[in-house]
């Protein structure tokens, strides 16, 4: 893939990619998860990240990045987020992933920005 990942200009193209392996991403730091810790939530965020953005840099080296991860605990409070963009359709593009478990909900949101 990395040759063909070289000619990827659009964001779109790789976008039905992402959204399979973000919730991979996820799963490999939180799926063991049982409980919500407020001592590890920073490397928990960190961690799945830095996971991400290299999955996506696996998948094309012509995009800047953006990558912001929520974790919260499951307790029944609500949550709620928003972003606007300004941008050019025609190549940037953006994702969200929300995945969740019994202890915690992770919500991946990823944003490529064409070079």
Not at 57 to 77: P, R
Not at 91 to 115: L, P, S, Y
Request: net charge negative; charged share 25%.
């Amino acid at each position: 893939m990395a040759k063909e990942a070289d000619s990827i200009t659009q964001f779109a193209k790789i976008k039905q990619e992402v959204d399979l392996r973000i919730p991979q991403c996820i799963e490999k730091v939180l799926g063991s998860v049982k409980e919500y810790s407020h001592k590890q939530v920073d490397e928990w965020t960190g961690t799945v990240g830095e996971s991400v953005l290299e999955m996506l840099q696996s998948l094309s080296v012509n995009f800047k990045y953006i990558v912001n991860v929520s974790v919260l605990e499951k307790k029944g409070a609500g949550f709620h987020t928003s972003s606007a963009t300004f941008w050019d359709a025609e190549c940037d593009a953006a994702t969200t992933c929300r995945w969740d478990n019994k202890a915690v909900f992770c919500i991946v949101q990823v944003f490529g920005i064409g070079m």
